[in-house]
């Protein structure tokens, strides 16, 4: 059965065809590596949590086979080509990742499919397509339990993939290429931007017995005053709030906000809010009107004591050392007002309070240019590709 998707590039108007795999293209599985066959260096070992890192730029340990090994198996297996694609059959399967280049790479079997290229596709529409609804529907039709544990060999073969001209291919895949950079794009920044953040945490506070900051702003040379956080805030109990009627007040959890209501336990002072129980090392600011649960305490400022810097003072806290449950992680009223800290003039406290403020606000807008682009990309997987 053959389809068209919803959107298209102009000038293309005829239909996709729709194949197998195992009818348009090589299929292959590489040969079994034992363990005790991996190194610690020579040729890189791909298993399928070396895909999940690529897709989602995190880390995870690495695994090599000499280079010895690589050309045994490689000369009964084949060796692997820029374009092809490979897609992970075991632990999070049917996701993708684009061999790079011609470079040594071998994969471990039954965990890792080998789709080879030869010219017969764009690499990254194929790419794509393993994120589309169309076969993220067919892989849970094809499952027994709504989540596979193994996608085979077999079961790749007999997956259908609409497949325009290979000039449209390119186009699509270009097209979501694109949208992939600009969304590395903004969570680089993102990333970039929260170690700044911790860098001038740590440089504009003093350390753990100094008086000054290493860095600061000009015209402030004073040593700041040592205080306990008794000194700084008012600390409140959150509490219940189904007694409550719907209306627009928020109500907010350690996970930040949850519904709203027709009452609110600070009227009109912001507050700090941080983890009574569960989470107690996410602080974060609340805008008054507010209610809290009681999981959730909120630290009012008191006079001389600038909103923003007092956030600062409560994130530059490894609050997580203050624990002092044997279960779930708990703080209490004495606990936190018992930290030691330190404060500059009111003035001073401003300026950091706003510079910090600048930067969250560069965060927030990073991460809102992120997620916007994912929607996007999420929106465009479902109409560029036909649903079968």
Not at 43 to 68: C, H, L, W
Not at 140 to 150: L, P, R, Y
Not at 312 to 331: A, Y
Request: glycine share 8%.
């Amino acid at each position: 059965m053959a389809g068209k998707p919803n959107i298209r590039f102009s000038g293309y108007t005829d239909a996709w065809e729709q194949r197998k795999f195992g009818n348009f293209t090589e299929l292959k599985s590489a040969s079994r590596v034992h363990k005790d066959e991996w190194t610690s260096e020579g040729v890189p070992f791909y298993r399928s949590s070396d895909v999940m890192s690529a897709i989602n730029g995190t880390q995870n340990e690495k695994a090599f086979i000499s280079e010895e090994l690589y050309e045994k198996l490689s000369s009964v297996s084949g060796k692997l080509e820029k374009g092809d694609v490979l897609v992970t059959g075991g632990g999070s399967v049917g996701n993708p990742y684009i061999v790079p280049d011609n470079k040594p790479l071998y994969t471990k079997d039954a965990d890792l499919l080998w789709i080879k290229n030869q010219g017969r596709f764009d690499a990254y529409f194929i790419y794509e397509f393993f994120f589309s609804p169309t076969f993220r529907k067919y892989l849970e039709s094809i499952s027994h339990v709504g989540t596979i544990a193994h996608y085979t060999i077999t079961q790749l073969t007999e997956t259908p993939v609409s497949l325009p001209s290979l000039e449209e291919q390119k186009k699509v895949g270009d097209y979501f290429r694109s949208i992939d950079n600009l969304i590395t794009l903004h969570q680089r920044k993102c990333d970039e931007t929260k170690e700044l953040k911790k860098y001038m945490l740590q440089k504009m506070f003093p350390k753990n017995g100094e008086t000054k900051p290493e860095i600061r702003f000009a015209g402030f040379t004073g040593d700041w005053e040592q205080r306990k956080f008794s000194d700084v805030v008012e600390i409140g109990s959150g509490m219940d709030y189904k007694h409550l009627g719907e209306g627009d007040i928020p109500v907010y959890g350690t996970g930040g906000y949850m519904l709203s209501v027709d009452a609110a336990l600070s009227e009109e002072k912001d507050a700090i809010g941080i983890g009574r129980k569960g989470t107690i090392d996410k602080p974060y600011i609340l805008r008054a009107p507010f209610w809290t649960v009681d999981t959730l305490f909120y630290c009012i400022p008191k006079d001389g004591y600038d909103l923003d810097f007092t956030s600062c003072l409560f994130q530059n806290i490894d609050w997580k050392k203050k624990d002092e449950s044997t279960g779930v992680p708990s703080l209490s009223k004495v606990i936190i007002n018992n930290v030691e800290t330190a404060a500059p003039s009111y003035e001073e406290q401003r300026k950091i309070g706003d510079y910090f403020k600048g930067i969250d606000n560069l965060i927030t807008l990073h991460q809102r240019k992120c997620d916007e682009t994912k929607e996007l990309k999420k929106y465009m997987l479902q109409n560029m590709f036909p649903q079968n």
